[in-house]
């Protein structure tokens, strides 16, 4: 008998099968299944690896935006110290609130929905498609911030978004 879905419930009869395995399967489920080698750590789709790439690229962000920190730091730590210009702490300033929010932040909470998503949900893995977009948002998420960590210097690209001015 079949439901109103067209779904035949006698198809539930045959599993679990006992049947034998077919040949080959557990070799490609190890394939499928195991840590990327080499360069295919680029490719890697399953969950628990693009959630640690995300959490590197967050952690490698949060160093940085902490060595500005300690600059700021050393520019508070004595009263009237010239260790810094005003321009440039204010610079600096905002170049650490910009890369500890959406370079650190973001990267830090998407990799622990990546991360803990599938294992609250009961499921093995999340169905990261082996697509184009996912390479470019695993690959692309660290490149504009070492961009923009390149571009730190006293001038026009801080001083334009410079949130405090004199």
């Known amino acids: 008998m079949t439901s109103e879905t067209g779904f035949d419930r006698r198809l539930?009869?045959?599993?679990?099968?006992?049947?034998?395995?077919?040949?080959g399967e557990l070799e490609a489920l190890k394939d499928a299944w195991c840590r990327p080698r080499g360069w295919q750590w680029v490719w890697a789709i399953n969950n628990n690896f693009v959630g640690v790439y995300y959490l590197g690229a967050a952690m490698l962000f949060f160093v940085l935006a902490g060595?500005?920190?300690?600059?700021?730091?050393?520019?508070?730590a004595l009263p009237l110290n010239g260790f810094l210009p005003q321009e440039t702490y204010n610079q600096l300033?905002?170049?650490?609130?910009?890369?500890?929010?959406?370079?650190?932040?973001?990267?830090?909470?998407?990799a622990l929905g990546v991360l803990l998503l599938p294992q609250m949900?009961?499921?093995?893995?999340?169905p990261?498609?082996?697509?184009?977009?996912l390479r470019v948002l695993?690959?692309?998420?660290?490149?504009?911030?070492?961009?923009?960590?390149?571009?730190?210097?006293?001038?026009?690209?801080?001083?334009a978004?410079?949130?405090?001015?004199?």
């Not at 500005?68 to 508070?76: D, K, N, V």
């Not at 990261?128 to 977009?133: I, K, N, S, T």
């Open 12 to 23: 539930y009869d045959r599993f679990p099968t006992r049947e034998p395995r077919p040949a």
């Open 67 to 76: 060595s500005l920190a300690l600059l700021m730091r050393t520019q508070l």
């Open 93 to 110: 300033f905002t170049m650490h609130g910009t890369m500890m929010m959406f370079l650190f932040a973001v990267p830090a909470v998407e």
């Open 121 to 126: 949900l009961g499921a093995r893995d999340l």
């Open 128 to 133: 990261f498609p082996p697509a184009v977009g």
């Open 138 to 159: 695993v690959l692309s998420d660290w490149r504009p911030g070492l961009l923009l960590f390149a571009v730190l210097r006293p001038g026009p690209p801080t001083a």
């Open 161 to 166: 978004g410079s949130c405090i001015r004199r």
